[in-house]
């Protein structure tokens, strides 16, 4: 099993962390995201459906996205899925998280790190940031994690970005709810940190 990500990435984050907390062997490549499209990697290239990362190539599959490929694993290996009759909710955060967190999230920090964009820009992405944290945090507030049979794919895929909460200029001490949830993800066996687990050239066998 390969998976070609990048150490800024989250979602690339989210099948790093799901392979290293289930113990599945499998090779990390690292992929340059500076260089131009037409210049990475022949193989990867040839398996980027959308010359982006995450990709993860298990055997005779080749998957793109983020969260199809969390689905992919937790069903192939029957880890980190829930029950039976929570995968429509496992399956309503996965769809949550795309469109919100997941995209206002990345979006704030990439423009603030790296692309500054008019102030009406950034404040509207701050905005849909603080409105995602608050609905999150409020859902967390009587549960442990995300479905009550314990920590699953909606978990690791919502948790991904918020590990860099700071890069944005926010501090996860004013959600106590999300604090003690990223807590108890941080606990599992198998978990690491964003600059540990996807570290250049690293790889895990």
């Known amino acids: 099993m390969i998976l070609y ?9 989210k099948i790093r962390t799901f392979l290293l907390m289930a113990n599945i062997p499998h090779e990390y490549r690292w992929i340059d995201l500076t260089l131009p499209r037409k210049q990475r990697p022949a193989e990867f290239q040839a398996t980027s459906k959308f010359g982006e990362v995450p990709v993860l190539i298990d055997e005779a599959h080749t998957l793109c996205q983020s969260n ?14 829930g029950t039976p009759n929570e995968w429509h909710t496992i399956t309503e955060w996965l769809s949550w998280e795309a469109n919100r967190i997941g995209f206002s ?22 905005e849909r940031v603080l409105s995602d944290l608050k609905i999150l945090d409020r859902f967390l507030k009587d549960t442990e994690f995300l479905t ?13 970005y918020l590990f860099w909460l700071n890069q944005v200029d926010l501090d996860v001490t004013d ?5 003690r949830w990223l807590l108890k993800i941080q606990a599992t066996q198998g978990w690491q940190s964003p600059e540990m687990a996807m570290k250049p050239n690293d790889s895990n066998h």
């Open 175 to 179: 959600y106590p709810n999300i604090e």
């Open 68 to 81: 199809s490929i969390l689905m992919h694993l937790a069903q192939q290996h029957h880890m980190f899925c």
């Open 148 to 160: 009550t049979s314990g920590l699953t794919i909606a978990d690791i895929s919502c948790s991904a």
């Open 105 to 126: 999230l990345p979006n704030l920090r990439f423009n603030m790190r790296w692309n500054p964009q008019p102030e009406a820009v950034m404040t509207y992405l701050r």
């Open 5 to 13: 990500g990048h150490h800024e990435s989250g979602h690339s984050y």
